[in-house]
């Protein structure tokens, strides 16, 4: 009987929350300047200025994604198949291009701005690109000093990244160095 009543309210909330994803794409197809084909929504996301916002084909943004940024400079980029999954969150006071085929792991932040250590100063915009292919790890912080990451390029968890990150590197650490660097075979695949 519990077993019973326990899938019923499984399969209830899992039905819930596919009607929420379904709303919500249908709510930021609706606000943002462009959506590809295919990219959807979890609940949850937040853009603070969706017309500055263009997205590819076939992206997915899970549940918490929060897209800041409402500057001059403020833009959010992002190619085909991008995927930024929960409570990641990317700043793009300072501009942010995404190129096609990225993962943005959990709790990634990703910052664009810099500001002076007066409260009451103004925000320094800092664009930056992520290439091709790359994997941001889980927790891995993108400071505004690192204004590239080369295509195909893997950040490990936790990294804190503080300068540009050279095509096909892997990086890790606190500041993040290059350990490794991602085998052609492993692009290819």
């Known amino acids: 009987m519990f077993r019973a009543l326990f899938w019923v309210l499984r399969i ?24 590809g084909a295919g990219t959807r929504f979890q609940t949850g996301v937040r853009f603070d200025s969706p017309a500055q916002v263009e997205l590819g084909a076939d992206c997915y943004f899970w549940r918490g994604v929060g897209v800041s940024g409402r500057g001059a400079h403020a833009c959010l980029r992002v190619g085909d198949r ?5 409570f990641a969150h990317l700043d793009i006071e300072g501009g942010l291009t ?7 792991s959990e709790h990634a932040l990703i910052f664009t701005h810099d500001h002076g250590l007066d409260p009451h100063s103004l925000a320094r915009p800092a664009p930056k ?26 950040i ?10 050279p095509a096909g590197a892997v990086v890790a650490g606190n500041p993040a160095r290059i350990i490794g660097q991602r085998s052609t075979k492993e692009v290819a695949a």
């Open 98 to 104: 995404i190129h096609d085929d990225v993962m943005v």
């Open 12 to 35: 209830a909330a899992a039905l819930m929350r596919r009607a929420g994803a379904v709303l919500a794409t249908r709510l930021h197809r609706a606000s943002l300047a462009k959506t």
């Open 156 to 165: 490990g968890a936790g990294a804190i990244v503080t300068r540009n990150v």
């Open 82 to 86: 991008v995927q930024v999954n929960q």
């Open 129 to 154: 690109v992520i290439g091709a292919g790359v994997w941001i790890g889980a927790r891995a912080v993108i400071l505004p000093s690192c204004a590239q990451i080369g295509a195909d390029a893997v």
